[in-house]
């Protein structure tokens, strides 16, 4: 049995855990701009990538990263080690992510408040929790496995959602803010999902930024979404808009300096317009700090 | 605990519904049509993944079948080889099997060949890196000790025999490919090397004899039984010629010592 909370907040504040990059900003690496990191040097404070795509034995993608690694900090985002599984985590899987760190020596590690695999099956989505005793109880000893198993802190981030579970008998973030208290994690905010689930589900986001004690607050995201018949989907496949750039100016006001890394997932940009949303981001983040 | 795992089998068993499966678990809140509609989207999105996943690994064939006709196929796969790793780049390791067995698809009969091609070239792609040769170690050997050397293939080598004619099915089909787009297909059987020299996978038709040293030397093989192997097809292959030539390749990339496992 893994012991919970082996990797306590009070051991370190998340500047202490992103090393350097505590009030920069970043984006995330995507295939389609390899080459401009290759053959040039983007100025951004980081990188993210998904650890998935990195989990082969070699070739060219982690070749990429071993070159980007180099020059920049670099973190890692898992999307499908499935924390909330209720039959536990795959320990392929985590060994993978295990050899990753190892070679990569990240800034940052995290992963989603979700679920995505039960059984013999993998859904390959950022599947929605039941906020329940029993699933956060579970998540808990699901997170600090994770963080034994790597040595160190990880973040646990906030995914968007279309549904929610009749049995819930908490809040998202209550969920998110106790499973950080007890298992030691740190929160990734990703400040469109709150939106889009704010939107979705009919609650007031700021509200929620008010539950989240700053501390806990390790890393924040952005990304656009799109607008659905009666929902928005977080596709990750246009600038940031308006609302979302509003909630996280008063996010940076509430929560201090925290690394912000910009997404773009689909119908993804050139390398300079993908800069100057997280150039953005950096003004942002200075005018709420002035 | 039953419970959340019941409740993750009953939302994954609802999203594994393909066509037709309009419901949506009586697990949320709120109107039902809502939730219906609301549930759906994480169905499109399983499809979506799938079909993405499967292209990315296959290519060709998506070419060869038109999108429409693939998607349809990625969703009755899906349906039968359902994802079982958080990696995506696992997901599709049995379609050439599923191609073989899918009526609609033999009507292609080299498809489920391509398939199988396709899946060794996206698997080299992840492969293990090796570095480079250096010959000057073999120089100081005699002549004897360098026959009884074992050969090592690059991880990223793989060896395919196929009835049809799949380096030029597969060549023709790749992006930017210009000139003739003919295929012969009344060539006899050929067999197929997929190798990656640096980052790039390649992938070339090799003759009897290169193809049965490379088949000796893969099932650890010493260099004169790899070479015995090679003669049998053809008297005069030129040992020195092609190891050279696969050596400058990455395709073979060590040569372990005598008695060392191969």
New interface residues.
Partial sequence: MVRAGAFSPMSGSPAHDSNGIASATGVGLRACHYRDFLDGHPRTGWLEVHS??Y?????????VLDCVRERYSVSLHG????LG???GI?A??LA?LKRLASRIEPVLVSEHLC???????????L?PM?F?R??LN?MVSHVAEVQEALGRRILVENVSS???????DMTEFGFLVELAYRSGCGILLDVNNLYVNSV?HGFDADEVLVEVPAALVGEIHLAGHSK????L?DDHGSAVPPAVWKLYERACQRFGPVPTLVEWDTDIPSIEVLLGEADKAAQVMAVAHA | MRDLIEMQRRFGAALAVAEGGRSAPDLFRGDADAVRRRFAIYRGNARATAAKALLAAYPVIGRLVGEEFFSGLAREYETRFPSASGDLNEFGGSFAAFLADFAPAREIPYLADVARLEWQVHSAHYAADAPMFDPAALIALSAEEQLALRPRLHPACRLIRSDYPLERIWAVNQPGFEGDLAVDFSRPPANVLVYRPRFRVEVRELDASAAAFLAATHAGGTLEQALAAAQSRDISFDLAGSLLEWVGSAIIVDFSPAGGTP
């Fill in positions: 998935e795509n989990f082969g034995d070699g070739g060219y993608d982690l070749h999307v499908a080690l499935s599984s209720a039959d795959r392929a899987h993978k679920w995505g695999a039960i059984g013999p099956r993998h859904f390959n989505d599947l039941p329940t029993v699933a579970a279309y549904v929610q579970f009749r049995n819930a979705n659905g018949d009666d929902v989907i």
